[in-house]
């Protein structure tokens, strides 16, 4: 393999894989990235055996062939040069030899025949959606996702294809967001597929604003296509639970807030919240919503806002990232709270079809 | 200069923290409580056929602890045998403790039998050397107590520990800095504070025979080989204070644990069931009564042979619920249990514990049936509190009740049946008793 390539090209190919290469790895051949030359292009792939990227840069590849190389020395190096173009050559042994300019660096990797191939894939459902649209669904929703291994199903992001809309959706049992969209599929795609929180990071890392994105989804697997990327996902398996049961239907109260007054002083306040459980309280109360907070021997903090509201006075505690984390990825002026009582779930929505459901904490 | 002429701290006790390890406790104080059996070959532990705690009479004639009562008897068979009272070890502990803090406030109840004294400095007040003030709090626990402790004397509690050790029962030996590298050269591996047989292992591989030895090694391969617990143990060694004295009474736990040993080997499914939901009971009831909550529990069966298998769950929500935690314990007991073989001891681990005051709801939980299986909980604590713990249990404590073979389970010590006026079988007076007549 023989190959020459612009060099900000290739940092940004190997940008692209290496988040999922893993560090810590029982597979050494997983802490590589693999490289292909031919036809023009230099293709580079990763893979952590639960998610696999492939991306291509252009090349002038004066002789086709592959190999592996240890993925983020190959990028440290790379990033450091500082020619214009990097010229990378295999010699014998899968020894890659990297000249820029005055540099030269020989790098040791494995042969491509161990790097473990990409899934085969055959899809029988498939969906066309465009990238910005997509990739603003999953950033609104995606945080609340479950960090928490006893409750894989919800480590992942549901992507909910039913009645001519896509409906994503992420909880990890406290809180829940959801966003929702019209699409066009055929009627025998309708589907629900759940992805797991790392390929969701890496869509959201690598979604451009323009252009479509092609999802293929088989039982266990999902394909994204879209510009220079493939990325190739495991499915969580599993039945997400019933989220439109948890939506209340009706709350008591609906009351306008200012969207970053609110969340500038649930931060506020929060930096009063005892650290081992991290609660607020927010009062509605006469025209005003009263934030507090207090941790014993240490101090309170409250912080008032104008609101609109007459009705009996309501207070109900919540975790302030919860309150903070939706409030962060939308972009309306204003949003909407709706509260009914301490003990019921509260709920946040925007005027784009966005809605979050929060559960109040106990304090005793 | 040979290595082993190598000073490692100059000057005698930059440091001084005293070790006081109470001489087979047990069975110590038995002899201190009923002087009849002074001299005499005592063990405790007849309620569980194995012995708890031997005598130093007892020890001499080839009787230890672990061995069952049956071996006990064949060995020596005018054996007294007795079965634990662990009101009057508590008792007497609680006083050996009394004493220890006359002389210094920063005393750790490290077991019910040993504890840590930090006397550092105390020499202005009391114008005696350290090694007098330790011998004083020896004398005083015997002349007051009947009661022969160990003490070791060092500049950190590690080396008090392994003092203390050095020479017993009734032991004194005092470890200054410039006679540290002496003594930790007839330290065997083995005998270091915090390594166990695997520990050892390795470090004989790398030809290592004492503590000396293992000191000696530089600073960085001992956190290398072994990691931040063998680095600090190497610190601890060399005189430099890792672990202080903490004189916390312990209120914060890592974890709460319960453990008991059949007093009879038993293959009986609903036996062996019965007694790990006791074990989780009595787990749960400290859990609540210390306003924690659990978010980890591990479920271990033990075998004739001493081998053992558990198994560790995490909940996705933490509970103080006993009722709450059952189903899922009895799920990890239907794993485990094999119907051939028997089983001596089960035991429940809580862990992870936190304290329970805020509380996340959830969405998908069924909050009703939480919140009536919590007050399940709350009812049994108020009406045990009322008339005795595990009066008001889980119903497969019935098998707890089935006739047993051995009789000596069913033998108190005299101390509960000997009753003051005005006690109770659960009530008794909080004072150590003697058996003597005058």
């Known amino acids: ?364 | 200069m040979s290595p082993q002429d190598q000073i490692l701290v100059f000057g005698t006790f930059p440091g001084a923290i005293v070790h006081f390890d109470g001489d087979a406790f047990f069975a110590s104080v038995e002899q201190a409580a009923d002087p009849s059996l002074k001299g005499r070959p005592v063990v405790t532990g007849r309620e569980r056929g194995i012995i708890a705690c031997a005598s130093y009479e007892a020890k001499a004639l080839g009787v230890r602890r672990g061995i069952s009562l049956r071996d006990a008897r064949k060995i020596c068979p005018q054996l007294v045998v007795l079965p634990s009272d662990y009101e009057t070890y508590s008792l007497y502990s609680r006083r050996m403790f009394d004493i220890a803090r006359r002389f210094t406030p920063i005393v750790e109840e490290y077991s019910i039998d040993e504890g840590f004294a930090d006397i550092g400095g105390l020499r202005r007040v009391f114008h005696v050397s350290y090694q007098d003030i330790a011998k004083q709090i020896q004398n005083t626990v015997r002349e007051e107590l009947n009661l022969t402790v160990s003490i070791g004397l060092s500049l950190t509690k590690s080396l008090a520990k392994l003092a203390s050790d050095f020479r017993k029962p009734a032991g004194f030996t005092a470890v200054a800095g410039m006679h540290l590298h002496l003594f930790l050269q007839r330290i065997p591996l083995d005998n270091v504070w915090g390594f166990g047989a695997n520990t050892v292992q390795l470090l004989r591989k790398h030809g290592l025979k004492t503590a000396y030895d293992f000191i000696l090694k530089p600073e960085a391969w001992a956190q290398k080989m072994l990691g931040k617990p063998g680095h600090e143990i190497w610190r601890e060694l060399r005189g430099q204070t890792v672990w202080p004295v903490t004189t916390e009474e312990k209120s914060s736990y890592a974890s709460i644990s319960k453990c008991k040993t059949f007093s009879e080997p038993s293959a009986d499914r609903d036996y062996i069931c019965a007694r790990l939901v006791r074990n989780l009971e009595s787990a749960f009831i400290k859990v609540r009564r210390h306003k924690l909550r659990v978010r980890e529990i591990t479920v271990a069966l033990r075998k004739d042979d001493y081998c053992q298998e558990g198994l560790r769950t995490a909940l996705n929500r933490p509970t103080s619920s006993t009722q709450e935690a059952l189903p899922l314990v009895l799920d990890l007991f239907g794993w485990l249990f094999r119907p051939d073989w028997k089983y001596r001891s089960t035991m429940v681990v809580l862990g992870r514990l936190e304290e329970d005051r805020e509380e996340q709801y959830d969405l998908f939980e069924d909050r009703i049936r939480i919140e009536k299986l919590h007050k399940a909980s709350a009812v049994m604590d108020e009406v045990n509190g009322q008339f005795g713990k595990h009066r008001l249990h889980i119903g497969t404590g019935q098998f707890l009740e089935m006739p047993r073979p051995s009789r000596d389970r069913d033998i108190l010590p005299w101390r509960k049946t000997d009753l003051l006026k005005g006690e109770t079988d659960r009530r008794r007076l909080a004072l150590p008793r003697l058996k003597i007549t005058v």
């Open chain 1, 1 to 364: 393999m023989k190959l020459k390539v612009e060099k900000a090209a290739v940092v940004e190919g190997l940008q692209k894989v290496l988040s999922i290469v893993s560090t810590r790895t029982t597979l050494p051949i997983l802490s590589n990235v693999l490289l292909q030359a031919e036809g023009g292009k230099l293709h580079l792939t990763s893979t952590d055996l639960e998610v696999s990227v492939k991306t291509s840069v252009d090349a002038s590849v004066s002789k086709k062939g592959g190999t592996t190389l240890p993925a983020r020395r190959l990028a440290s190096i790379i990033r450091e040069l500082a020619s214009h173009d990097v010229e990378i050559t295999i010699e014998d042994k899968d020894t890659a030899v990297i000249q820029a300019g005055p540099s030269f660096f020989k790098l040791r990797g494995a042969s491509e025949d161990d790097f473990p191939p990409l899934p085969k894939f055959e899809g029988s459902r498939a969906f066309t959606l465009k990238q910005g649209v997509f990739r603003d669904m999953l950033v609104k929703t995606s945080y609340a996702a479950s960090t928490d291994e006893t409750r894989y199903i919800l480590n992942g992001v549901l992507l909910s294809f039913r009645d001519e809309k896509l409906t994503v959706v992420a909880t990890d049992g406290r809180r829940l967001a959801l966003v929702e969209q019209e699409v066009e599929f055929p009627k025998d795609s309708e589907g629900d597929l759940v992805i797991p929180t790392k390929t969701v990071n890496e869509l959201i890392r690598t979604l451009q604003d323009d252009g479509s994105i092609r999802i293929q989804a088989s039982a266990n697997q999902v394909a994204f296509e879209f510009g220079d990327m493939l990325i190739i996902s495991k499915l969580i398996e599993g039945a997400f639970p019933n989220f439109r049961q948890v939506i209340p239907s009706q709350a008591e109260q609906r009351v306008t807030i200012e969207r970053e007054a609110l969340m500038n002083a649930v931060r506020r306040v929060a930096l009063l919240a005892s650290e081992q459980a991290s609660t607020v309280r927010l009062t509605f109360a006469n025209n005003r919503l009263e934030i507090t907070a207090e941790t014993p021997d240490v101090g309170e903090a409250r912080e008032t806002l104008p609101v609109k509201f007459s009705a009996k006075e309501i207070t109900v505690a919540f975790n302030p990232e919860f309150i903070v984390a939706p409030l962060k990825t939308l972009d309306s002026d204003e949003v909407f709270f709706e509260v009914t009582d301490a003990l019921s779930p509260g709920v946040i929505k925007s005027n784009v079809p966005f809605l979050y459901v929060l559960m109040p904490m106990r304090i005793n």
